[in-house]
């Protein structure tokens, strides 16, 4: 019973981390909140099917590879060319390595920018071609924000009948 009780306080806090995760660019979301769940996964209880585990799984992998592509879309939704959607994956990418954490927000926004006035375009069409990439990442947020609540659901749901009875 003691180790259920630590491997449920400690995915809690994989979970509250999670969230937190989704806000804060440092930290992966989702993943910590998988965290949570596998952790209680390993208590007596078992809660959750391996079709759950899964399916988990593969959305907090899927996710994660959307976290990088949405605001490359974006950019390209609100008329950014090649230049820019060049730009704003390039950016994300020395963001990451340059400037972490805030060149995951920044990278892509200003490589965008930067793309779209190499190609010739005007300052405000640059701009808008940005515009695209943040609200990409905001998307990736939301996204990433409700998996993980989905996750800490279903972790308080799972925890109620373990520790009920």
């Not at 879309?73 to 954490?101: M, R």
Request: net charge positive.
């Amino acid at each position: 019973m003691a180790i259920d009780i630590a491997l449920t306080v400690i995915g809690i806090i994989c979970v509250i981390v999670g969230i937190i995760g989704c806000l804060v660019p440092v930290l992966p979301g989702p993943v910590m909140s998988y965290a949570g769940i596998i952790l209680l996964q390993f208590s007596s209880g078992r809660p959750f099917t391996t079709s759950f585990m899964v399916l988990y799984a593969v959305l907090t992998a899927l996710v994660a590879i959307l976290d990088y592509v949405i605001p490359v879309y974006g950019t390209k939704k609100l008329e950014g060319s090649k230049y820019g959607t060049w730009g704003s994956a390039l950016g994300l990418i020395l963001g990451v390595i340059f400037f972490f954490p805030f060149g995951i927000i920044l990278g892509p926004v200003a490589g965008a920018y930067a793309g779209e006035l190499i190609s010739g375009k005007s300052m405000q069409k640059a701009f808008k071609s940005a515009l695209g990439s943040f609200l990409g990442f905001l998307a990736s947020v939301f996204i990433r924000l409700a998996l993980s609540l989905a996750m800490a659901y279903h972790f308080v749901v799972a925890v109620i009948p373990l520790f009920s009875g």
